[in-house]
């Protein structure tokens, strides 16, 4: 490798089927100190980074690809695919706080990223901050509303109306799920579940309704 420039190891590195590899030959991009500066701006080694941490995520080193999205930001901070990497690699590591604020940082660029809303919707799903997901999936733009992206919003949105005891709005979303993608077979289980947990508790409020007339 000592007679090979950058530019053939950024080959090599896109060429490399394993995460590995890939992260060799990014180290020796990095660590190569007669790389052409017209070439090797800013911008291009701020996605070496990337390129970097996505590989680290890969093997499941998510501290590893935190700091290598560190300094790719650091370098171009208005890179919204580099702060969504990071949202990731913050959620598999516990740090939910770390992962909105990521998201955050993408929506205050772009308000209309749509898989920045979805993400931030999953993390307030996964904590239980369910109202607050349900805002975030209600802000995915309409214009993908044929997509099967889509159908997938409105599935998660169902499920956190079904965990708050909304029947009847989780159902709606269900509803929606299948008119995109009517084979949806989540969505028919949802469905199923979201119509009998209402008819469960219509029949239950009639009848404390009856007991409260007899008395």
């Not at 300094?71 to 939910?96: C, E, H, P, Q």
Request: include cysteine; charge should be negative.
């Amino acid at each position: 490798m000592e007679n090979d420039t950058p530019e053939e190891w950024f080959k090599l590195a896109f060429d490399a089927e394993e995460p590995e590899d890939k992260i060799e030959y990014f180290n020796l991009i990095l660590e190569c100190d007669t790389r052409d500066p017209v070439l090797w701006s800013d911008e291009a080694i701020a996605l070496i980074w990337n390129n970097k941490g996505i590989a680290y995520t890969f093997m499941g080193m998510y501290q590893e690809s935190v700091d290598c999205f560190e300094r790719s930001i650091g370098l171009n901070r208005k890179d919204t695919d580099v702060w969504y990497n990071m949202g990731v690699a913050y959620f598999n590591l516990g740090k939910f706080q770390e992962a909105i604020r990521c998201y955050n940082m993408i929506l205050a660029i772009d308000s209309r990223n749509d898989n920045a809303w979805i993400n931030k919707g999953d993390v307030f799903m996964y904590t239980g901050r369910h109202n607050e997901a349900i805002d975030c999936y209600s802000k995915v733009h309409k214009d993908i509303e044929l997509d099967c992206k889509f159908a997938i919003v409105w599935n998660k949105k169902g499920m956190a109306y079904l965990d708050l005891g909304m029947y009847e709005n989780a159902a709606e979303c269900f509803l929606k799920v299948l008119s995109i993608d009517p084979e949806h077979l989540d969505a028919v289980e949802n469905m199923r579940l979201a119509i009998e947990e209402a008819k469960i508790k219509n029949g239950l409020a009639v009848q404390a309704q009856t007991q409260t007339f007899r008395q």
